[in-house]
């Protein structure tokens, strides 16, 4: 998870988008001094992410609220569970309600789904990776989220990994260039950084292997016949990745071929939040 002063400043965003110039429905009917608690309920099974996230929108609205976690991120919950109550001025705890909720179902959301997609590759080796295509200003929390439902975060943005998609290698002239361009600069600014490239076909994955210098091969939207092949030619003198309109009906038959790692955009932007609910306790 993001660090406190970033996760702070992230909350504030929401809350300032939330609230604007106040909360007129609370304050025109809920008296200031009036004191109540709630809870927080599972509506639907699944594995929570976002409690410390949720306690926190609380405490940035009113520091003196009392919020009790009674589960927390990672851990399987059912319908019916209570994840958290809360106590304290019942102003304060209407107007963090919708913020809290809205960042603990989305990542409660992408846990269960990457949870269940992490099951289906069970007896395998191939890991399940996640993307960059995640909600801006969201990723590292987005990331967590595949992290708390036992999926593996991929890079973390442009600046932790080099990956020579497609349009780096057309643009740079070809894998050849593209991968010497690449390592001259990563010695030449003192980095130490992984390359992936990205093929699309079998005579791109060949031109890669004669010419090597990188750490891990993208087979990008591969039949699962043509990735048992290029494994295959691979045979592991690289890491290998299979990307690309995989689905959950297919797999579990391209993980078969012996891959590495499947990476799966819609782990993050293709999400239903978990249904959870805030009550009068």
Same mark, same amino acid.
């Given at each position: 998870?993001?660090?406190?002063?970033?996760?702070?400043?992230?909350?504030?965003?929401? @809350?300032?988008?939330?609230?604007?110039?106040?909360? +007129?429905?609370?304050?025109?009917?809920?008296?200031?001094?009036?004191?109540?608690?709630? /809870?927080?309920?599972? %509506?639907?099974?699944?594995?929570?992410?976002?409690?410390?996230?949720?306690? *926190?929108?609380?405490?940035?609205?009113?520091?003196?609220?009392? #919020?009790?976690?009674? *589960?927390?991120?990672?851990? #399987?919950?059912? /319908?019916?569970?209570?994840?958290?109550? =809360?106590?304290? +001025?019942?102003?304060?705890?209407?107007?963090?309600?919708?913020?809290?909720?809205?960042?603990?179902?989305?990542?409660?959301? =992408?846990?269960?789904?990457?949870?269940?997609?992490?099951?289906?590759?069970?007896?395998? +080796?191939?890991?399940?990776?996640?993307?960059?295509?995640?909600?801006?200003?969201?990723?590292?929390?987005?990331?967590?989220? #595949? &992290?708390?439902?036992?999926?593996?975060?991929?890079?973390?943005?442009?600046?932790?990994?080099?990956?020579?998609?497609?349009?780096? #290698?057309d643009f740079a002239g070809g894998i050849e260039p593209a991968i010497d361009r690449t390592r001259d600069y990563l010695k030449a600014k003192g980095k130490e950084l992984r390359i992936e490239i990205e093929?699309?076909?079998?005579?791109?994955?060949?031109?890669?292997?004669? +010419?090597?210098?990188?750490? *891990?091969?993208?087979?990008?939207?591969?039949?699962?016949?043509?990735?048992?092949?290029?494994?295959?030619?691979?045979?592991?003198?690289?890491?290998?990745?299979?990307?690309?309109?995989?689905?959950?009906?297919?797999?579990?038959?391209?993980?078969?071929?012996?891959?590495?790692?499947?990476?799966?955009? &819609?782990?993050?932007?293709? =999400? %239903?939040? @978990?249904? =959870?609910?805030?009550? %009068? /306790?």
């Amino acid at each position: 998870m993001m660090n406190i002063d970033n996760l702070d400043q992230l909350i504030t965003m929401a @809350l300032t988008e939330d609230i604007g110039d106040g909360d +007129h429905s609370t304050l025109a009917c809920i008296p200031p001094d009036a004191v109540n608690a709630a /809870k927080m309920v599972a %509506k639907a099974d699944g594995i929570l992410c976002g409690a410390e996230v949720g306690e *926190r929108v609380f405490k940035l609205v009113d520091n003196s609220l009392t #919020v009790n976690l009674l *589960r927390h991120d990672g851990e #399987v919950i059912a /319908k019916g569970d209570i994840i958290m109550t =809360i106590e304290g +001025h019942a102003g304060s705890i209407l107007t963090a309600e919708r913020t809290a909720l809205n960042f603990m179902q989305r990542l409660s959301g =992408i846990a269960t789904e990457t949870h269940r997609m992490v099951q289906m590759l069970d007896g395998l +080796h191939t890991r399940l990776l996640d993307t960059r295509k995640t909600t801006p200003n969201m990723r590292l929390l987005e990331k967590y989220a #595949v &992290a708390c439902g036992g999926g593996t975060n991929h890079r973390i943005g442009l600046y932790d990994m080099v990956m020579l998609k497609d349009n780096h #290698v057309d643009f740079a002239g070809g894998i050849e260039p593209a991968i010497d361009r690449t390592r001259d600069y990563l010695k030449a600014k003192g980095k130490e950084l992984r390359i992936e490239i990205e093929v699309r076909n079998l005579d791109e994955l060949q031109r890669v292997l004669d +010419h090597g210098g990188v750490d *891990r091969i993208m087979l990008d939207n591969f039949t699962p016949e043509l990735l048992a092949e290029a494994v295959k030619r691979i045979a592991g003198r690289y890491e290998t990745e299979a990307s690309g309109g995989i689905t959950e009906q297919t797999l579990r038959t391209y993980a078969e071929t012996g891959v590495d790692f499947i990476s799966v955009g &819609a782990l993050t932007h293709h =999400i %239903k939040s @978990l249904d =959870i609910s805030l009550v %009068k /306790k």
